[in-house]
């Protein structure tokens, strides 16, 4: 859960507005969306980060480069939606930085959020917690990548819901059930 906190921190790192703004929600789509969109350099942080306190077997240095390329895929299809949730956790965009981020062509947007993602995620990763980390990657590897931002998505909402979230830049949109 630590990391998928680490994805949104990142995300919000650029946007300047997003501490002053009341936490949004994200429906399920949005944060599965953006979920999708980051686990590639998430998944590439984690294993930079780890690399030195796994051994040479394990799932994150043998397959991690292997999983965020499949993972990756599916950018471009997650991009559209993962940019307008990323810009709706930025609030409304009234300061100049904000501006100047949505006014950038989508390809260097991206490749500052993926640096800043993958940069986020290597840095604050606690290298005592690798192995557990690397056992969850490993178990879910084998899902598609789409199931398993969504799954991500549903993980958020479950902890929101019971209040052991320490997310207070958004959260996930209460639904029907």
Do not use: H
């Amino acid at each position: 859960m630590r990391t998928l906190a680490l994805i949104g921190a990142s995300l919000l790192a650029i946007l300047p507005g997003a501490a002053q703004a009341a936490a949004p929600c994200l429906t399920p789509a949005e944060a599965s969306s953006l979920a999708a969109y980051a686990l590639p350099a998430a998944i590439n942080g984690t294993t930079k980060r780890c690399a030195s306190a796994l051994a040479p077997t394990s799932f994150l240095r043998q397959g991690g480069g292997e999983l965020a390329a499949r993972y990756g895929a599916r950018k471009t299809q997650s991009w559209p939606a993962a940019k307008a949730a990323f810009f709706k956790i930025g609030g409304d965009g009234k300061d100049e930085s904000t501006a100047m981020l949505r006014g950038l062509p989508d390809a260097p947007l991206q490749q500052m959020l993926d640096a800043i993602i993958e940069g986020m995620v290597a840095q604050e990763i606690p290298t005592q917690r690798c192995g557990e980390i690397d056992r969850i990657v490993g178990l879910l590897a084998p899902l598609p990548a789409q199931n398993t931002a969504d799954l991500i998505a549903v993980m958020l909402g479950i902890a929101g819901k019971t209040g052991k979230a320490q997310n207070d830049k958004f959260s996930i949109c209460k639904t029907g059930s």
